[in-house]
Structures are given as C-alpha cells and as structure tokens.
C-alpha cells in the first residue's frame, strides 16, 4: 500500500495546493487523520526519502483523491457490495496476520545457541558424497547409442569426448567435469551419478535438456559439511518458521473450532 502511494506522491510531484499538516483539513466535512498523515510520512522516511515541502503537499493530496473516491463510491453502493466486503475483510485479516507474525519474529528471536544446536545436529547427521565424472554430450539418442558400442569394444572415453562431445567446456579435457555434488547437476543426469559404482559407465543414455550424456564414473568422496557462515541464514529462517508452526499448532489445539452443515 506505502509503495503505492509513493508510486502516486511522484506522479503528482508538480502539485501546487498550498496545505500544510498542521492545519485541520476537511473533505465534505470529513476530517482527514493527522496520524495517516505522520504514518505515510514516517515509511516515506524509511525508504531513505526526504520528506520536503512539496512532498508534504502531495501526500496530503493523495489522501484528499483518496476521501473523495471512498465518498463517491460509498455513494454509489459500492462499499455494501458483498464481493467488495469480502475483499475488505480478507485485506484487513491479512495485515493483521503479517504484523502479528512479524511483531512474532522479533519477540521469539532465534539464539545463537539455537544455530549452533541446529548446525551440529545437521553435521553429526551429513551424509552425503562428491562424484568426479567424465561425460560425452551428443545430440542424438541412436549417436550416444553408438559411442556406448564402441565404448564397449574398447575405445578410448577421452578420444570419443574429444571428437564427439558437443559440451564445449569439458570435450577438450575428454569430458572431465571434475568434482560435483550429484544434486549440482540436472536431475537426470544426478539420478544416474547416484546409482553408479566407480570406473563405470552408462549402459544406457542420459537424456537432460542439453542433450543425451554418456557418463563415466571415475572418483566418489565424503562430502564435508558446509561451515556454518553458509548455513546460518538458511538455518534462522527454518527456526523462524519452526517457531511459528509451534506458535500456530498451539493456537489450533486451545481454539473451539467448529464446522458446522
């Protein structure tokens, strides 16, 4: 809603009513708020906005096109208007949803002992492996069907790369993509890392969006785990969320929730 309004105090940015907040306004006797007035103000500030003079006149003025339209649309019945109501009601809920939550987050702050607490508990649970493969990128299934023959009747996987791979980046170098994470790759092609044993290759091609990959598995190690200024925000935003689950079971099993036909 602020950034809407801002986005209009721009477009009216050459507006010359002379009103000033400290004086009471009044739009068809209706009394514009002064505390609307200081609130806009107060987030325009907060975007790093100087609150000038003539600022101060077109937020007055927004507020002004904005009784005006509610009083016409009041008029008109559109403000009684079931679909209009509901719109209302859902608006109004959702504020409070998000700055209660939010008034939430600051309250339950995650503790330091809680990151490390999480953190250890995720490296004494790590388990996971680095892969260091060679592939050849062909574009056709029957071609990477035909390498995979010749493959089995000896040829050399780094000359077949060379002369036949369309991966620019790893043919010259014989397909070697050096060391991964299996889910660093396209889905297909770690779904198949994950199944293969060392010095193995694909019986059968890989397809992914780039083409059809023939692999060769050449080296598996331990993954290290990742050091804790690399997880402490994923870490603070899944306590968070842990947090307000709890907060919101709690509410669910003490409320008198009824459905009734």
């Not at 397809?207 to 690399?230: A, C, M, R, T, V």
Request: aromatic fraction near 8%; proline fraction near 2%.
């Amino acid at each position: 809603m602020i950034k809407k309004i801002l986005c209009c105090l721009y477009i009216f940015s050459f507006s010359n009513l002379a009103f000033s907040e400290e004086k009471e306004i009044r739009v068809n006797d209706e009394l514009i708020n002064n505390n609307l007035i200081h609130f806009i103000k107060n987030e325009v500030m907060k975007e790093g906005i100087e609150i000038t003079k003539d600022m101060e006149k077109n937020i007055i003025k927004r507020l002004i096109d904005l009784e005006l339209i509610y009083q016409q649309a009041k008029k008109e019945g559109l403000t009684s208007q079931a679909d209009f109501l509901s719109k209302s009601e859902l608006a109004f809920k959702e504020l409070i949803y998000t700055t209660y939550l939010q008034n939430f987050v600051k309250k339950n702050k995650v503790t330091k002992n809680e990151i490390k607490k999480t953190y250890d508990n995720l490296v004494s649970n790590f388990n996971s492996n680095d892969y260091k493969a060679s592939h050849i990128l062909v574009s056709t299934k029957d071609k990477a069907k035909g390498i995979i023959i010749s493959l089995k009747k000896g040829g050399d996987f780094k000359e077949l790369a060379i002369l036949n791979s369309i991966d620019k980046e790893s043919k010259s170098n014989g397909g070697d993509l050096g060391w991964f994470a299996a889910d660093d790759m396209v889905e297909s092609f770690s779904n198949a890392i994950k199944k293969m044993t060392v010095n193995e290759i694909t019986d059968f091609p890989i397809q992914s969006q780039f083409g059809w990959h023939i692999i060769q598995l050449n080296e598996i190690k331990p993954s290290l785990p990742p050091p804790l200024d690399e997880k402490i925000d994923d870490i603070k935003i899944m306590l968070q969320k842990s947090k307000l689950k709890k907060f919101l079971d709690e509410l669910r099993l003490t409320a008198d929730i009824k459905k009734e036909d």
